[in-house]
């Protein structure tokens, strides 16, 4: 099975990383009031909602890196990293220009009283594009040690800077700083694989390229919008310490989104070279799929079972409050990882109509939250009920194509089987 193969392989690189995060969020969680850790997880929303051009930058680097290598284009390969390089980091400097101009009203809207934790996000904003590059080519090359390591360092090197920062007593600014600094160092350290593709011309067209890039550029922004709109939408409609409780929830639950990534992220190149060589792709995202809903399975039972024992060890007493909310939104983050699979699985052959579902399913999510935020349990069941409605209209597409596809491809079958033996 090298789905399985290629996601472990993944999976326990970004392990590390990820558990690195959560010690990082645990840490913070003990160490900042419960006000600045509201404020933390709102501005880290932020960032992820400012830098939603890097996942589709990465699909994009990677669909067409998986294209060249498996049709022999070395001069293609060559010319889309250093094209990559110089664009991208160009759109970096362009964004980081505009947070820096917007920061006044995005201060006001979430009430931070702190400006230089603010301050502190364009070097992420800046670091997020680059680094992208190179991890769209590793995964396009299926480069998945390196490509591993690259997710799995991130979460590393955020935890000990963070540390770090905590005793020299930076607190709020420190943690800001811990989450965007590793970014510049990924891509430092992510160069050394693909320096072969700096040398030889880079005079290539990639006219394919950029028309492939709108509605990836649109489902991967759609789908960052609705996985992060909430945290900032509680940051601005409830006082701090609800604001942080709510962050505490999102911290542990989103444990059943970030954990089964490893497979969206392996099938995409998987999916891409078996879509090239017209082979079965069905069968990558059912083990894809199998794979994803016995790791969410596990991690609902733990959160139904012990959710106040979970939240007193990760974060203490005082985020209490959060255990009620723990099994429910732990549901939406597992509808949320079925969907990024199948949001891979789409865009890896190239079909993108699914879009105008994330596009919907972000606008039923703000209107939702806008109307029903009474109270914290609105607002969870409102983001679990629009996830279940995007999901499921999301598996119905992919179900009503893979009967076509098996459809024709027994026709086939039987047409060749007629033809060999005409008596």
Known sequence: MTIVRNASIIFLCTMAGNVANYFFQFIMGRSLSLEDFGTMNALLSLISGITLPTSAIMIVIAKYASTYTVT???????????????????????????????????????????????????????????????????????????????????????????????????????????????????????????????????????????????????????????????????????????????????????????????????????????????GDSFKILDRALLCTVCLCGAGLAAFAIAPGLIVRVLFGAGFAGAAGFLEYYGVSMALLSVLSILISFNLARGKTAFVYSLAGGGAMMVAAVNVFHSSIEEVILSVAAVFLLVTAFNLWLVYRERQIYYREKNYALIKAADAANPD
């Open 72 to 278: 022999g284009e070395h001069d293609g390969l060559n010319a889309l990293y250093q094209m990559s390089l110089k664009r991208i980091s160009l759109m970096g400097v362009a964004v980081s220009a505009v947070f820096i101009l917007i920061s006044g009203p995005v201060r006001a809207y979430l009430r931070i009283d702190n400006i230089s934790a603010l301050m502190i996000l364009p070097i992420g904003i800046f670091g997020s594009f680059l680094m992208t590059v190179n991890l769209g080519m590793l995964q396009g090359l299926q480069r998945f040690y390196y490509f591993g390591a690259g997710l799995g360092l991130g979460g590393v090197l955020r935890l000990a800077l963070g540390i770090a920062f905590l005793i020299i007593g930076f607190r709020l600014n420190g943690a800001i700083l811990a989450t965007v600094l590793p970014t510049m160092l990924i891509f430092a350290i992510t160069i050394a694989p693909l320096s072969a593709y700096l040398k030889g011309s880079s005079s290539y067209r990639h006219e394919r390229l950029i028309k492939y890039s709108v509605p990836v550029l649109v489902s991967s922004s759609a789908f960052a919008f609705i996985s992060n709109i909430d945290l900032i939408m509680v940051k601005h409609f409830f006082d701090p310490r609800d604001a942080g409780i709510y962050a505490a929830t999102a911290v542990i639950g989103k444990t059943l989104l970030y954990l089964p990534s490893s497979f969206a992220l392996a099938v995409f190149p998987m999916v891409a070279k078996a879509d090239i060589q017209n």
